[in-house]
């Protein structure tokens, strides 16, 4: 059962979903390039601006998409989120019961509108709209990432300077005959310690697997038969693994993603909807 209900918003009220709609309108950004900047589904995106909360699995995803979207939009994901806690944490209906004087005895409940509760709500909408009336004018142009400062040259070696003996030259005579004795060991040596060993060829270990998810589902990741983690998938999702020897995965959904082997892509191993267990490792993918 899904941990958020579906509340009804009045129009007319300051709601999350309202703000981001109308500083998306503002900046002139569609739903599409939204999507693109932010990774996030535009199902997900109009559920948030028309704050159908119960489109979300759970309240961290609402949040964790909520604070990525304000962020984006210039807005401050801190006050969405306590604009939200404020607008939708379920609270306690106060009644007031009194006994009918007249001698029907039965119990009357009269709900008092809180009219403080609006006021936060409207404070934090006109800082909101004026913070995002001084932002950046072109959020739509992804932040460019701050590249590494680049490193620093290695310091130039010294020349090396000749070495000077005092030991006195060896006459052409003299070299002929090392080079004749030299030449005499090496052919009284064995024919095996001639030749050249060739270096043994490099053995390549490792798994790395990365993943990119098409469809939504759940999966759970084994590596080296020993760590175990869960995940819920999200369609856009990129996730990457390494391991020593294999990589298990167990998919609800195995037709819902695609699968790169130590660079390699894999062809599709299920269909939409049906789940699988598969192992992965240096031989490749085995079912």
């Not at 992804?142 to 070696?157: D, F, G, K, T, V």
């Not at 697997?209 to 999966?219: D, F, I, S």
Request: with cysteine.
């Amino acid at each position: 059962m899904s941990e958020i209900e579906t509340h009804t918003i009045d129009p007319s009220a300051a709601s999350p979903g309202a703000i981001l709609k109308r500083c998306r309108e503002y900046h002139e950004i569609s739903l599409e390039d939204a999507e693109k900047a932010t990774k996030i589904g535009a199902n997900y995106l109009n559920a948030l601006e028309e704050d159908r909360t119960g489109q979300f699995a759970s309240l961290a995803y609402l949040k964790g998409f909520l604070r990525i979207y304000a962020t984006y939009l210039g807005l401050n994901p801190d006050d969405m989120i306590r604009l939200y806690d404020k607008l939708y944490t379920s609270g306690s209906t106060r009644a007031d019961h009194k006994t009918n004087t007249t001698g029907s005895g039965e119990a009357r409940l009269r709900k008092k509108f809180p009219l403080q509760k609006l006021v936060m709500p409207a404070v934090l909408l006109v800082l909101i709209l004026i913070t995002a009336a001084i932002v950046n004018r072109s959020p739509s142009t992804p932040l460019r990432q701050s590249q590494p400062p680049p490193a620093a040259a290695p310091p130039a070696a010294p020349a090396i300077q000749p070495i000077r003996s005092s030991a006195k030259l060896p006459t052409p005579t003299e070299k002929t005959e090392e080079a004749v004795t030299d030449q005499q060991r090496l052919d009284s040596l064995p024919a095996t310690q001639n030749k050249i060993q060739p270096p043994p060829p490099e053995s390549t270990n490792g798994v790395i697997v990365r993943m990119k998810v098409t469809q939504g589902g759940t999966l759970t990741v084994t590596i080296d038969g020993s760590t175990s983690q869960d995940y819920d998938l999200v369609a856009g999702d990129s996730i990457e693994w390494k391991a020593d020897r294999s990589i298990t995965l167990e998919l609800s959904n195995s037709g819902g993603v695609d699968l790169e082997l130590n660079g390699k892509q894999l062809k599709s191993f299920g269909q939409p909807g049906k789940p699988a267990v598969v192992v992965l490792d240096a031989d490749g993918l085995r079912q």
